[in-house]
């Protein structure tokens, strides 16, 4: 299996590699944080929690006041700790009600690539774009690819580009979608102007 490059830690990287919902939820923080900020998360939640691999049933009935102090703990998982501890457990109730606790099954159970976007879309903490680069990520990188999946994730599927967690495979790729989202901002910004 590929292993991923997200986190730029080793035994993180390991982590969403091999573990399905640790993917998940480290897609679910990165916004308003560095990108390995998000994706280093799952491995602190576990380290925390004391476990190799996170169990969306023990994460859903977790104490929400005891799951935002986790989450707050030095260094804090997440610039808003509180908020990102009740949308990963919303998101692991969600997984515990919905895929019978398995992450995977989001992906594994999808019709095609458009059905696997309206899934991931469906998800707390999922809109439509983010489900289309969790869906690229998926297929180049971990070679999930039902029917139509590059289409269904938009410009994120496009082979050769440099968008999104989706391109990432090493520092010379992380700068390029760097460079990438410092363009779009300041294109954004210009036209508001």
Known sequence: MPSLYLAQHPAADELLTADPLALLIGMLLDQQVPMEKAFIGPYVIAERLGVERLDAATIADYDPEALAALFATPPAVHRFPAAMAARTQKLCQQIRDEYDSDAAAVWTGA??????????????GFGKQKAQIFVALLGKRLGVRPSGWRQAAGIYGEEGVHRSVADITDDASLSKVRDYKKQTKAAAKAAKG
Do not use: Q
């Open 111 to 124: 019709k095609s690539g458009a059905d696997l976007v309206k899934r991931v879309g469906a998800l707390a």
